[in-house]
């Protein structure tokens, strides 16, 4: 079935005598026993949880694994994911990802001895190069956050394969709507859930789903074992989010095209990425990797000034970190979201600073146009005033 029907139709409420047809919030830390030495489907909410149940096997099935692990945020799956490596062990990973990833792979995977490797997963005879006898996972997004670079999903997880290493893809960009990287090969996908899997802003949620069966026994005991698991009432809230991300993402990633399409033609934007363009240089491999770009537009501003000027005067475009809501947020990835990327990888893998982020909510999208409109038009009026102002002092 496609995917529209797959996300409302599912069982909301497996065993339960009396049929709702919304998940129950199962908002209980135990269950009770028949007896010492006989357990039932769940015993204690950190492992299992009738809640975060149905959600696991709704997001497995919409990412064609075979488990998926629900989590307290996105940065919890990525660590669960890359607790399963040893001391020595080597991750190769892409130079543009998200912030937090980075602050993750430079600053604390270090103290466990695993060494973060990065390369551009873009050029895939680089990538490879990057591939040593230690290399245990290979992690990359695609699209990029926040250049919106497009991986070849399937190459790298033949790099991983050749490598005798597992790829893990974070989807947050796409969600299981656009694209499902299992399919293309990868052994993890995790999402932050924040984002469009949620789409409202309200919840913070993480989630790791993989297809091998001996691999999810692993992230269980990790998932079980380290306690990061999603409540129960963050899970309700999630699996009601997620029964309307195909008609949010649909609006969306359409009012983002309108919205790139408008920034391309701006005098005022050198440089705009968003793979729904034609010149964008990952627009072909996309298209056969996805299922459609997402709603999330990155743009250079003529300068660094340029673009906190813009932000400061948009009005609709609320100025937070994160995306994927159902209300347009703008930001400047260097100094927000991917502030946190260690000093000694800034060079290499920090967004530029004339970077502007948006993110692209169900708001119409002539609205939003026009409030760039104006925040991009202010500053050069500003100058002219100013430039007027300060030849008719001149007597
Ligand atoms: C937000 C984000 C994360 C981290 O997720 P949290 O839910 O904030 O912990 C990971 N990857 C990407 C691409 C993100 O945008």
Not at 19 to 33: G, L, M, N, W
Request: aromatic share 6%; glycine share 6%.
């Amino acid at each position: 079935m496609h995917i529209s029907t797959r996300l409302v139709q599912f069982d909301a409420a497996p065993h339960d005598p009396w049929h709702p047809t919304s998940t129950p919030i199962y908002q209980t830390a135990t269950f009770e026993q028949d007896s010492p030495d006989q357990f039932g489907a769940f015993d204690y909410s950190r492992s299992g949880n009738p809640t975060r149940d149905v959600l696991e096997k709704h997001l497995a099935d919409l990412e064609g694994g075979t488990r998926a692990f629900a989590f307290a945020s996105g940065l919890a799956a990525i660590t669960a994911v890359v607790r399963l490596l040893e001391p020595g062990d080597e991750i190769l990973a892409d130079t543009d990802l998200y912030g937090g990833t980075q602050r993750l792979f430079g600053r604390i995977l270090p103290r466990a001895g695993i060494r973060v490797v990065h390369a551009d997963a873009t050029d895939l005879t680089a990538f490879a190069a990057g591939v040593s006898p230690r290399t245990k996972l290979v992690y990359i997004e695609s699209p990029t956050n926040p250049l919106q670079r497009i991986v070849d999903i399937a190459s790298a997880a033949q790099i991983a394969k050749r490598a005798g290493a597992t790829l893990c893809v974070d989807g947050t960009m796409t969600s299981p709507y656009l694209q499902n990287p299992l399919a293309l090969g990868a052994d993890f996908v995790i999402h932050s859930a924040t984002k469009y899997l949620s789409g409202h802003g309200d919840v913070m949620a993480g989630v790791a789903i993989v297809k091998d069966t001996a691999l999810a026994e692993k992230l269980f005991l990790q998932y079980n074992g380290e306690g990061a698991a999603l409540a129960p009432l963050d899970s309700f809230l999630l699996l009601r989010g997620i029964k309307t991300l195909a008609v949010r993402m649909d609006r969306q990633q359409a009012s983002a095209q309108k919205v790139a399409e408008f920034l391309l033609s701006h005098a005022a934007v050198p440089r705009v990425y968003f793979p729904g363009l034609k010149d964008h240089p990952g627009h072909a491999l996309h298209a056969r990797q996805a299922r459609g770009p997402g709603a999330v537009v990155s743009f250079e501003a003529a300068s660094p000034e340029a673009a906190r000027s813009l932000v400061q005067r948009i009005k609709l475009f609320a100025t937070t970190v994160s995306f994927g809501s159902v209300a347009s947020s703008i930001s400047l990835p260097a100094t927000m979201s991917h502030a946190s990327v260690p000093a000694a990888l800034r060079a290499t893998t920090a967004p530029p600073r004339a970077l502007v982020r948006l993110s692209i909510g169900l708001e119409a999208p002539e609205d939003l146009i026009a409030d760039l409109a104006q925040a991009l038009e202010a500053p050069l009026d500003e100058a002219r005033d100013g430039r007027r102002s300060a030849s008719a002092a001149v007597p």
